[in-house]
Nanobody, 122 residues
Framework: QVQLVESGGGLVQVGGSLRLSCAAS????????MGWFRQAPGKERESVAA????????AYSGSVKGRFTISRDNAKSTLYLQMNSLKPEDTAVYYC???????????????WGQGTQVTVSS
């Protein structure tokens, strides 16, 4: 099993930056594909970014491409989401997710964190 704990959310002004972290338990972190999702009030969950086991492959939604960067540090069992040029529409609860696979891209995720709130104020 793997446990995921997000951190780094908070309140930021338009145009600002935040870096989200997702700490994963276990010694097999490097075998997991990882992803970030977000859910705004009244809206469905949407995928934000994904990264394969090694970090060699990444994918982004069109709304964040060029502004957000997903990365991972397997030695620290930690996933990151660097968010720059934040907009009010980025306001959401952000979730970290994982699935044990060496394949790319992941079709689904088995493990989820509790979420961290990101609020972008005008």
């Amino acid at each position: 099993q793997v446990q995921l704990v997000e951190s780094g959310g908070g309140l930021v002004q338009v145009g600002g930056s935040l870096r989200l972290s997702c700490a994963a338990s276990g010694r097999t972190f490097s075998t997991y594909a990882m992803g970030w999702f977000r859910q705004a009030p009244g809206k469905e969950r949407e995928s934000v970014a994904a990264i394969n086991w090694s970090g060699g492959n990444t994918a982004y939604s069109g709304s964040v491409k060029g502004r957000f960067t997903i990365s991972r540090d397997n030695a620290k069992s930690t996933l990151y989401l660097q968010m720059n040029s934040l907009k009010p529409e980025d306001t959401a609860v952000y979730y970290c997710a994982a699935v044990m696979t060496l394949r790319w891209p992941p079709a689904s995720y088995d493990y989820w964190g509790q979420g961290t709130q990101v609020t972008v104020s005008s």
